[in-house]
Each structure stands twice: as structure tokens, then as C-alpha cells.
């Protein structure tokens, strides 16, 4: 176990670890269309922070990477295909990080949260704009700031680090 999952059950484990694939479905699927791009950029994110991450985040993406092109598919193919149901029920489940946030190390929660919301940004602009990069739809705007997850601060003694 990494050091992050501490006193974590395995349910809330199992949570962080598909976050990223979920966030993937919610923000690319919010216009309806997960397109290839963005399956492709959410692909290539992933195994860019696989070795280039907070060091807080360490054993996180080497978990969460292991299988997650596999996991991104599976997810969209069980979950519904009616967007506005499947991201209600992907709302819903990261909603639960604001139950699992508090039960671990302030700075890992911290460094979790900014991840997880920096992760939907680069996902929401995988697609569109400019030779299909940089902008964000309205629907995915809707998203990106992960809205159903509260925001974790980095703890003061940290800031100043």
C-alpha cells in the first residue's frame, strides 16, 4: 500500500484509483462525445505524470496508470450512454472524495485535489479551438473545476515550504 491510501478502506482506495479514468468520461463525455483526441491526451497525461509528479503523489500514478486505458474503456462502455445520467452517476461517485479527503495527510489531500482538477483541465482542452486544442466547450467548462469535489488548501506550513 502507498503511503497516501493510509487508513483508507479498500472502497475509498479503489475511488482515488479510478478517479482519474472518471474525471476522463466526465469532462470528455460532456458534450455527448468522447472523441479519440481526447481518450489520446487523457492517455498520454497519465503516463507524463506516471514519472513527473509531486513527490507527494508518489506510487499514486504508477497504480492508477498500471491500467488505465483499460479502465477508461470499461467505463464507457458500463455506464450509460445518456450523458446527462452518466454524469450524474459519476458526479455522484467523486462527490464521495469529500468523505475521503479529510481521513488522509492534509498535503496529500491537498496534492490529490490539485491533480485531480488539473488533470480535467488538460482532458476539457484535449479537444476544440485551434487545430482541436486549447479550448474548452461550455459543457465541459460545467466540469472541469470538478464542482461536486470540495476544494482541499494546501496546509499553511506547507505553503511556506
Known amino acids: 500500500m502507498i503511503p497516501q491510501f493510509k487508513g483508507l478502506n479498500e472502497t475509498e482506495q479503489k475511488l482515488l484509483t479510478d478517479a482519474i479514468p472518471m474525471i476522463t468520461v466526465l469532462v470528455a463525455g460532456a458534450d455527448g462525445n468522447i472523441d479519440s483526441e481526447e481518450k489520446e491526451w487523457a492517455n498520454k497525461v497519465m503516463e507524463i505524470r506516471g514519472y513527473k509528479h509531486p513527490v507527494e503523489l508518489d506510487g499514486y500514478y504508477t497504480i492508477a496508470g498500471a491500467n488505465f486505458a483499460s479502465r477508461l ?25 469529500n468523505n475521503i479527503f479529510p481521513k488522509m495527510d492534509p498535503t496529500y489531500a491537498a496534492h490529490f ?6 488533470f480535467a483541465e488538460h482532458v476539457a482542452k484535449a479537444s476544440g479551438g485551434f487545430l482541436r486544442f486549447g479550448a474548452v466547450s461550455r459543457d465541459e467548462a460545467k466540469y472541469v473545476d ?5 476544494k482541499v488548501e494546501m496546509p499553511e506550513e506547507d505553503e511556506e515550504a
Open 146 to 150: 470538478l464542482p461536486m469535489v470540495n
Open 113 to 118: 485535489y490539485e491533480s485531480f482538477t488539473t
Open 73 to 97: 474503456d470499461q467505463l464507457i462502455n458500463e455506464l450509460p450512454q445518456d450523458t446527462n445520467a452518466r454524469n450524474k452517476m459519476i458526479s455522484d461517485e467523486l462527490a464521495q472524495l
